[in-house]
């Protein structure tokens, strides 16, 4: 039997496991070829775990949020592309969206306008940057339900 950590400043993987209610070498015998000795470097910040067991842990933690966490706050590419992404309800996620391409629907004549001449002028450039946040949003909000969607799955195998 595994001992209880009493590690104060415990990271997402950690807190993750410890939700599951898995000690490492439980962890590590659910995943298979993570062994529980990588799996304390990961959780006490020795090293950065490879994508490939993020996907695992995730997976093994039922925690659909790792790989988000992952790749906006650990991948070098991530980190500058991926925004993090909270898990929210489906009623929050929907409004979301919805909202969102209200928006665009109100603005998508001014975004025609800036677009067809295939270049965007000073003056353009502010209508342009505020449509493309709203895009960001949509993405932002679909990348949520994804996450979301995963996550019903992970629990519903129980």
């Not at 009493?6 to 993987?13: F, L, S, V």
């Not at 090293?47 to 490939?52: A, G, I, L, Q």
């Not at 932002?140 to 996450?147: D, G, I, P, W």
Request: net charge negative.
């Amino acid at each position: 039997m595994g001992r209880r950590s009493i590690k104060e400043n415990k990271n997402i993987y950690q807190l993750s496991r410890e939700a599951e209610g898995l000690t490492r070498e439980q962890a590590s015998e659910k995943m298979e070829y993570i062994s529980d000795d990588r799996i304390e470097k990961i959780e006490s910040e020795k090293v950065v775990p490879h994508p490939d067991e993020v996907l695992t842990m995730a997976e093994c933690y039922k925690k659909s949020s790792l790989p988000n966490y992952y790749c906006s706050n650990e991948c070098p590419i991530g980190m500058k592309y991926v925004p993090q992404l909270e898990l929210k309800d489906l009623s929050q996620i929907t409004i979301e969206v919805v909202n969102s391409i209200n928006i665009l629907s109100r603005d998508k004549d001014r975004l025609i306008e800036i677009a067809v001449d295939g270049k965007i002028t000073k003056d353009e450039l502010k209508d342009f940057d505020e449509i493309r946040e709203e895009l960001d949003k949509i993405s932002a909000s679909v990348q949520t339900l994804r996450m979301w969607l995963e996550h019903v799955a992970l629990t519903a195998e129980d």
